[in-house]
């Protein structure tokens, strides 16, 4: 259909032509140009002559002009020109503005001016939103930013998002975030929009006391107008940080409120925040909206592994020292924790496991017999009181309910051919003393493992020929049975990575698969490029999973961090980059762990 304006409208071709020409124009001819067509345009619009529309706001009568408010207005361009019955009227009534607004629109459309006072303000960038005129627009976001203070803040937040004004978004939402802690309990709060009061519980700089007030907010907000409003409380739960919620808060206040049990969604995140709480040996595990960090949190998610100086840098001193480096995702940084002490250096082939935010350190080549413990806390490493009953390397170590587990692995001190164990340990965190606890179907060593439950899956290993096996064995600690429950149909050696109820699996050959486990085995579910093998570390953040990539030229060397979004129907391998040059090299273990900020300040050797 062809398109509908007045006889001798300009089309977009002539206004173009226009443009052309004054590009060709010098720059004095320009301006002549330019204040002569201002002075015409501004008497015109003073007297009304030859005006072609009469715009009525309020009752009162405004003669314009069609081509000056199309040249100055998006919105009444499309007006004109769209074939609607505005094109040929010479009569427009406008009932969403006021006449003394209209009539500073109207005097800056016709002469550039910017009448904006206290006043008139708010009015004026309503109106000039609703009539996309962007500079003016932006005139008045400057000078509402200008204005901004913790007593209106959140007024001019809402009108921000109303009009999408980046500018002054951009201005008063830190007052807002900041300032949360005083406006919560505000009539102001209450009269916010659902997708206002969304934008600011989601924020991860949002800064408030502690999380419990963002539930006693979001809850206020709900019961201001319950029967509109309870449909949105799973989407704001959703967004709620219960990792910093106290158990006593959850039990005595969430769990007796009707608003929350009477959703299914919330009750899930309620229980969520329970089996946090109840599983320490599985919080590491945690990876939902509700176990983000917010920055202003004393601690931070961060990828952890145990490293070696840097022998370029550190000298002989350090000479097969292993230390803790950590990734700030925040800082985009390495960072050096404190490093293992030199008399318990515990060599190689040694195993790490997260049990609530510490670190528990198994075996090795130097130390065989040793378990390490790491304090998150206090930053500090300490060798626990009680060796193992047999030294281990390349073995299985888990953590379950209050307890660590150790798995098969070698004997580094008897012969080859007669140094695979099939034995499992426990330790007793709490008890501080190990015991037997049972045997593998098959003694295995650098075999993968996962927790389900109170199940210890041990997949595939080497046997005692040097053979890899594909048996998938379960040992579970209430029986002290072990037993082959499926087959791996994957080239080996394997690593697992397990988060959000989820277990993953790579393969020598890159193959991502899931575990099931109705069917107890793997089903593929993506493959990484050649060049991203192999992989030295396989680990979590926020719900994505994150590889740490060998170098091609130097196969246990790292080289990059890679990380997939697996729930993107097609999920693509994306590079972090840190910002410093220095990074970890070798990875002997990778996990992912929350630490205090206050630890993150070295980024080359600790201590220096």
């Known amino acids: 259909m062809a398109e509908s304006r007045d006889p001798g409208w300009p089309g977009r071709s002539q206004f173009n032509m226009g443009q052309s020409f004054l590009d060709r124009m010098s720059d004095s001819a320009r301006k002549r140009y330019m204040e002569s067509m201002m002075a015409g345009i501004m008497e015109l619009g003073m007297d009304g002559q030859n005006s072609d529309i009469e715009i009525i706001v309020e009752g009162q009568s405004f003669p314009c002009h069609k081509i000056l408010l199309a040249a100055g207005s998006p919105y009444f361009r499309s007006m004109f020109s769209s074939g609607m019955m505005e094109t040929t009227s010479n009569r427009l009534e406008l009932p969403d503005i006021e006449k003394n607004t209209f009539e500073a629109f109207k005097t800056y459309i016709y002469t550039g001016q910017e009448n904006i006072n206290k006043e008139n303000v708010v009015e004026l960038l309503r109106a000039a939103a609703l009539f996309q005129v962007q500079a003016l627009q932006e005139s008045c976001e400057e000078f509402l930013s200008k204005e901004i203070d913790t007593e209106n803040c959140l007024e001019i937040f809402k009108l921000a998002?109303?009009?999408?004004?980046?500018?002054?978004?951009?201005?008063?939402?830190?007052?807002?975030?900041?300032?949360?802690?005083?406006?919560?309990?505000?009539?102001?709060?209450?009269?916010?929009?659902?997708?206002?009061?969304?934008?600011?519980?989601?924020?991860?700089?949002?800064?408030?006391?502690?999380?419990?007030?963002?539930?006693?907010?979001?809850?206020?907000?709900?019961?201001?107008?319950?029967?509109?409003?309870?449909?949105?409380?799973?989407?704001?739960?959703?967004?709620?940080?219960?990792?910093?919620?106290?158990?006593?808060?959850?039990?005595?206040?969430?769990y007796t409120e009707d608003l929350l049990i009477d959703d299914v969604n919330c009750c899930n995140f309620l229980d969520e925040a329970r089996d946090y709480h109840m599983l320490p040996a599985r919080q590491n595990e945690f990876c939902s909206n509700r176990f983000y960090l917010r920055n202003s949190d004393d601690l931070e998610e961060v990828t952890m592994v145990i490293t070696e100086y840097d022998m370029e840098k550190s000298g002989t001193f350090y000479q097969d020292a292993k230390c803790l480096w950590a990734y700030s995702f925040n800082q985009n940084k390495w960072f050096t924790l404190k490093p293992i002490p030199q008399d318990k250096n515990p060599g190689l082939d040694f195993q790490v496991v997260t049990f609530r935010r510490d670190l528990y350190l198994a075996g090795g080549t130097e130390n065989s017999?040793?378990?390490?413990?790491?304090?998150?806390?206090?930053?500090?490493?300490?060798?626990?009181?009680?060796?193992?009953?047999?030294?281990?390397?390349?073995?299985?170590?888990?953590?379950?309910?209050?307890?660590?587990?150790?798995?098969?692995?070698?004997?580094?001190?008897?012969?080859?051919?007669?140094?695979?164990?099939?034995?499992?340990?426990?330790?007793?965190?709490?008890?501080?003393?190990?015991?037997?606890?049972?045997?593998?179907?098959?003694?295995?060593?650098?075999?993968?493992?996962?927790?389900?439950?109170?199940?210890?899956?041990?997949?595939?290993?080497?046997?005692q020929n040097g053979q890899y096996v594909r048996d998938i064995q379960v040992f579970e600690i209430r029986t002290r049975e072990c037993q082959v429950v499926g087959q791996l149909d994957l080239e080996q050696p394997v690593i697992v990575s397990?988060?959000?109820?989820?277990?993953?699996?790579?393969?020598?050959?890159?193959?991502?698969?899931?575990?099931?486990?109705?069917?107890?085995?793997?089903?593929?579910?993506?493959?990484?490029?050649?060049?991203?093998?192999?992989?030295?570390?396989f680990t979590h953040y926020r719900g994505r999973i994150l590889l740490l990539s060998a170098s091609p030229k130097k196969k246990d060397v790292f080289s990059q961090m890679i990380q997939i979004d697996l729930r993107k129907s097609l999920p693509r391998a994306e590079i972090v980059s840190p910002q410093n040059n220095t990074k970890p090299k070798p990875i002997h273990a990778c996990t992912r762990n929350i630490i205090n900020k206050q630890f993150l300040s070295h980024t080359v050797i600790y201590g220096r």
């Not at 020598?508 to 992989?535: C, E, H, N, R, V």
Request: glycine content about 6%.
């Open 498 to 537: 397990s988060f959000g109820r989820l277990n993953f699996i790579i393969d020598a050959k890159g193959d991502i698969s899931k575990f099931d486990i109705a069917k107890q085995d793997f089903s593929p579910l993506t493959k990484l490029s050649p060049s991203y093998l192999p992989i030295l570390g």
């Open 161 to 254: 998002r109303q009009f999408g004004c980046k500018i002054l978004l951009e201005k008063c939402h830190p007052y807002v975030l900041e300032g949360f802690n005083g406006m919560w309990k505000t009539t102001e709060f209450d009269e916010l929009d659902f997708d206002d009061v969304m934008s600011i519980v989601k924020d991860d700089d949002l800064d408030p006391v502690d999380e419990e007030q963002i539930c006693e907010a979001v809850i206020r907000w709900v019961k201001a107008d319950v029967k509109r409003r309870e449909k949105h409380i799973s989407s704001l739960f959703r967004y709620v940080r219960l990792i910093n919620i106290t158990p006593e808060y959850l039990i005595s206040e969430l």
């Open 369 to 463: 017999k040793n378990l390490l413990h790491y304090d998150s806390e206090r930053n500090e490493w300490n060798l626990c009181e009680v060796q193992m009953k047999r030294g281990r390397i390349c073995h299985v170590m888990a953590a379950v309910r209050e307890s660590i587990y150790i798995i098969g692995g070698k004997n580094p001190k008897a012969k080859e051919g007669k140094n695979v164990l099939g034995s499992v340990e426990e330790y007793s965190i709490l008890g501080r003393k190990w015991r037997i606890m049972g045997e593998l179907v098959t003694a295995v060593h650098s075999a993968a493992s996962m927790v389900i439950g109170d199940k210890i899956y041990i997949i595939g290993g080497v046997d």
